[in-house]
C-alpha cells in the first residue's frame, strides 16, 4: 500500500507522534510529517482528534488545522477513536457544506494500536472519501440515516425516582420534561445558568423584551433614577428567564411532579460535583437524567474563534462529562441527551455545535454499552418550532423543506422513546432528513 497513487503528496499532522510515523512509513516517500499543514498538499491527515487533550483542545485544533490544509482540489481526512468522546465527523459534515471544492472525511479508529490504526486507514483512503467507523477487524461502515422512529412498546419501564435535568427550566427542554412529569411523576430537578430572579415591583407582567425594557426605562425616568440601557436589558433578560422558570416549575407541580430549580452553570465544571453531592444528600440517588443545556455561536467556520468553540463545547460536553463523573452512573434507569441533526448532516455556520453534538452521539453509544439495563438515547433533533429557531433560521429551513416539530409531537416522541423505546436504538433522528440546509 506504500505510496498510492491517489494520494498525491500526503501531510499527516505530528499531534499524535506514533500514528504519524506510522503513517509516514507506510506511505512512503511522499509522505511528510508536519505541525501545520503547508495547504498546497493534496491530501492532508490530521491526527488532532487521536490524542487524548481535552474535548474542547482537541477539536478547536482540527478545526485550526483543517483551515490551514485547505486548498482547492485538497483532501483532508480527520481521524478519530472511538475510545474517546469524539465529534470530528459532524466536523466533516459541515465543511463539506461550506468549502465545496474540498473533500473532507472523517475516520473513526476502533483498534487501539498504531500499526492496525496505519493498515485501516490505508485501506479507507482507497475506497470513496464518506465518514466510515473502522472497527477493530477492519470492517469499514459508513453511516446510514433514517427518520423513521419505531413505535414505543408497551413493556414496562421503571420510574426514576429522581430526574435531573439540564437546561430544562426554559425552551424546548421544559416541554419535554413536562410530558414526563405527567407519564412518571417523581421528583424534578431542573438545573440552568440563569436566576431565578424575581419580577420588577409595578411593572405589569408580559413576555415580550422590548414592551419590557420600555417599561423599565418609564420607571426609571419617574423615579429620577438614571439607569444604562445596557443596564436595563439586563434586567428585563433576567426577570423573563425568572418568569419562565417559575411557569416550568408551575407546570411541572400540575403534572403530578415535585419540582426545584437549582442554578448550575455546566462551564463552570469545578463547581459542578459539590452541587451533585449536595443535591443527592438532600433528594437521594439520581436515577433519571436529561441533558438538554447549550448554547449557539454560529459563524463560518473559517470565521469561527477558538474561545467560541469553547463556549459551544463549555456546556453541552465538558459540562455534561463533569456531571457523569460525578452521578453514579450505575443507577441511572434513563437517560436522554440532547442532540441535534446538524451532527448527521452538518450546517453551515455551525461546525462546533455539529461537532458537539456528535460528541453527544458518541457518549450515548458508550454509555448503552456500560449501562446494559438502562435507556439510553440520543435525539438528534430536527428543528423546533420555537426554542432557538426565530424568523429568520424557520425561513431558512423552510427554503430547504425542513419543516419545523411541533411542540407537543416533540415532546411526545421525546417521552415514548426514552421511556419505552427500543432499547437497541440509541441515536433518533426526529424530524426531517436535511440536504442543502
Known amino acids: 500500500m506504500a505510496n498510492i497513487p491517489s494520494l498525491g503528496t500526503v501531510e ?12 509516514a512509513a507506510a506511505i512512503g516517500g511522499k509522505a511528510t510529517r508536519v505541525a501545520t499543514p503547508s495547504g498546497t498538499a493534496d491530501t492532508v491527515i490530521l491526527t488532532e482528534g487521536l490524542t487524548s487533550h481535552p474535548p474542547a483542545d482537541r477539536h478547536w485544533s482540527a478545526l485550526a488545522q483543517a483551515r490551514t490544509a485547505r486548498a482547492p482540489g485538497a483532501r483532508i481526512v480527520l481521524l478519530q477513536s472511538t475510545e474517546t468522546v469524539s465529534g470530528l465527523s459532524g466536523l466533516s459534515r ?7 471544492g474540498v473533500s473532507m472525511t472523517a475516520l473513526s479508529l476502533s483498534a487501539t494500536d498504531a500499526a492496525t490504526r496505519t493498515t485501516h486507514t490505508l485501506a479507507a483512503l482507497t475506497a470513496s472519501p464518506t465518514d466510515r467507523l473502522l472497527t477493530a477487524d477492519g470492517q469499514s461502515r459508513e453511516t446510514h440515516i433514517s427518520s423513521t422512529l419505531a413505535p414505543p412498546t408497551s413493556s414496562a419501564h ?12 426554559r425552551g424546548v427542554t421544559a416541554t419535554c420534561a413536562i410530558e414526563l412529569a405527567r407519564r412518571t411523576a417523581g421528583t424534578f430537578l431542573l438545573a440552568g445558568r440563569s436566576a431565578l430572579s424575581p419580577w420588577p415591583e409595578g411593572v405589569a407582567q408580559t413576555q415580550d423584551l422590548k414592551t419590557l425594557r420600555a417599561a423599565l426605562a418609564q420607571q426609571a425616568v419617574a423615579s429620577g433614577e438614571k439607569v444604562k440601557p445596557a443596564d436595563i436589558d439586563r434586567i428585563a433578560r433576567a426577570a423573563l428567564a425568572g418568569q419562565e422558570i417559575h411557569t416550568t416549575l408551575t ?13 448550575l452553570d455546566l ?19 439520581i436515577t433519571g437524567f436529561v441533558h438538554g443545556a447549550g448554547v449557539l455561536a454560529d459563524k463560518l467556520a473559517m470565521e469561527k474563534t477558538e474561545a467560541e468553540v469553547r463556549k459551544v463545547f463549555g456546556p453541552k460536553v465538558d459540562g455534561l462529562l463533569a456531571l457523569l463523573d460525578t452521578i453514579n452512573t450505575a443507577q441511572l434507569a434513563h437517560v436522554g441527551l440532547f442532540s441535534s441533526a446538524s451532527a448527521l448532516f452538518g450546517n453551515t455556520g455551525q461546525a462546533d455545535y455539529a461537532m458537539a453534538n ?12 456500560q449501562l446494559p439495563n438502562a435507556q439510553v438515547k440520543s435525539f438528534n433533533w430536527g428543528p423546533w418550532d420555537g426554542g ?3 424568523a429568520g433560521l424557520a425561513a431558512h429551513f423552510a427554503q430547504q423543506g425542513i419543516s419545523l416539530i411541533g411542540q407537543a409531537d416533540g415532546a411526545r ?20 432528513a436535511w440536504s442543502g440546509a
Request: charge should be negative; proline fraction near 4%.
Open 388 to 390: 432557538m429557531v426565530d
Open 12 to 23: 499527516i499532522t505530528d499531534a499524535d507522534p506514533s500514528m504519524a510515523a506510522a503513517l
Open 251 to 263: 407546570a411541572l407541580a400540575a403534572a403530578g411532579a415535585n419540582a426545584h430549580y437549582v442554578q
Open 358 to 369: 456528535e460528541c453527544l452521539n458518541q457518549l450515548a453509544r458508550q454509555l448503552h454499552a
Open 94 to 100: 459541515t465543511l463539506r457544506k461550506e468549502w465545496p
Open 267 to 285: 462551564s463552570d465544571t469545578a463547581t459542578l460535583a459539590p452541587a451533585i453531592a449536595a443535591i443527592q444528600a438532600q433528594h437521594g440517588a
Open 158 to 169: 421503571t420510574t426514576p425516582a429522581l430526574w435531573l435535568v439540564t437546561g430544562g427550566a
Open 413 to 432: 416522541i421525546f417521552a415514548d422513546q426514552l421511556l419505552s423505546g427500543d432499547r437497541k436504538i440509541v441515536e433518533l433522528l426526529v424530524g426531517d
